[in-house]
Structures are given as C-alpha cells and as structure tokens.
T-cell receptor, first 113, second 110 residues
Framework: DVKVTQSSRYLVKRTGEKVFLECVQDMDHENMFWYRQDPGLGLRLIYFSYDVKMKEKGDIPEGYSVSREKKERFSLILESASTNQTSMYLC????????????FGPGTRLTVL | AQKITQTQPGMFVQEKEAVTLDCTYDTSDQSYGLFWYKQPSSGEMIFLIYQGSYDEQNATEGRYSLNFQKARKSANLVISASQLGDSAMYFCPWRNDMRFGAGTRLTVKP
C-alpha cells in the first residue's frame, strides 16, 4: 500500500518561530503537494513539486517555502510563523499527471500562539 | 486556474436513501478529469472515483456513481443506499491542477 507520512499529527508553535513540516512517501511518486485546510474554505494548494529540486507556487504561497532534496521527501517551511497560519496541513503525492489519484498523509494540525 | 464549485455546504440524507452531491466546473479545456474524495471526521482523505472528459461512460464504483454532464459542466456524485459511515466531507478536485472546492458536508441520519 502507498503510504504518505507526516512528521507530526499535532504541533504547537509560537509566533515568529521557524516551523518545518515534513512529508515522506514510499511509492516513488513524482508529484508531491502541500495543502492547508480551513473550515468553509476546503483545501487550498500552497506549493507542489513535480520533481526533485523543482517547486511551483500554488494559490497561497505567501509566508511559506518548500524544499525537495530527495524524491520521497517534501518539506513545508514557515519562515516566521504567524497566528493566521494556524490550520490543518495536508501533504499528498501522486504519480505523473494523468488519471492517477493523490494519496494523502494524515495531516498536521498546527497551532501558532 | 480552473474553478471548481460545490454549491452545497451541507447535506442531510436518511439512511438507506440515495443522495446527490453537486460539483460544477468552469473550463475551456477539452481534456480534463475530476476526482471525488471522502474525508471522514478522522481526517484521512479517501479516493472514491474518477471521471475523465473522454470517458464514454459515467464512472461507477460500488455504491458511488457519477452523473457526468459535459454540456452542463457538472460531475455530481451519487451515493446509493446511504450508510451512517458515509457521513463525511466530500471534495471534487480538478485533475489538471489538483485544486479543490470548499467541499460538502454530508450527514446521514438513522
């Protein structure tokens, strides 16, 4: 079975801290994605990556950066966490574009105080 | 970016009845596809079904089927014989750019 893991289920950080959210997939997927999910807004795409060292901005990249040094790992970085970044963060991966569905991690609920 | 619209923030259905969840899209692409995912309260995202624009038939998977109407630009999910375990959020992301709509919260009443 495809497995996507995220480093933490729950995380509490202080305003201004640098935060790293890690995502690892074990099925050699080319594509990896970071979303945040907020009530009433659904999932919004932050960044995605189609290959190692490659990244593309999604719809809400401000305040975030990403890193993909290895194919299986995609990290989301909050350079200076703010309270409006309190949210559920979901990582996903998929094979090359086409009819392949995404596989999601369990999510990280981040609270910024 | 393409626009996905799920117009029903919340839906209620009686157990064992069928329910339709709406999903409309706005695109000029000829080749496209839509997924449907289920997200129960546990938070996991579960893939349900996929419909491609060139598929000759509407997609079906067990109790899930798609009412795909290209002219109306809609790909509505039909769940037959609803079960209590169907209570969840439902999303229909766009294949071409993996954008999601706001989702529909389905509640199945006993």
């Amino acid at each position: 079975d495809v497995k996507v893991t995220q480093s933490s289920r729950y995380l509490v950080k202080r305003t201004g801290e640098k935060v790293f959210l890690e995502c690892v997939q074990d099925m050699d997927h080319e594509n990896m994605f970071w979303y945040r999910q907020d009530p009433g807004l659904g999932l919004r795409l932050i960044y995605f990556s189609y290959d190692v060292k490659m990244k593309e901005k999604g719809d809400i990249p401000e305040g975030y950066s990403v890193s993909r040094e290895k194919k299986e790992r995609f990290s989301l970085i909050l350079e200076s966490a703010s309270t409006n970044q309190t949210s559920m963060y979901l990582c996903a991966s998929s094979w090359t574009s086409g009819i392949d569905e995404q596989f999601f991690g369990p999510g990280t609920r981040l609270t910024v105080l | 970016a393409q626009k996905i619209t799920q117009t029903q923030p919340g839906m209620f259905v009686q157990e064992k009845e069928a329910v339709t969840l709406d999903c409309t899209y706005d695109t000029s692409d000829q080749s496209y596809g839509l997924f449907w995912y289920k997200q129960p309260s546990s938070g996991e995202m579960i893939f349900l079904i996929y419909q491609g624009s060139y598929d000759e038939q509407n997609a079906t998977e067990g109790r899930y089927s798609l009412n795909f109407q290209k002219a109306r630009k809609s790909a509505n999910l039909v769940i037959s014989a609803s079960q209590l375990g169907d209570s969840a959020m439902y999303f229909c992301p766009w294949r071409n750019d993996m954008r999601f709509g706001a989702g529909t919260r389905l509640t199945v009443k006993p």
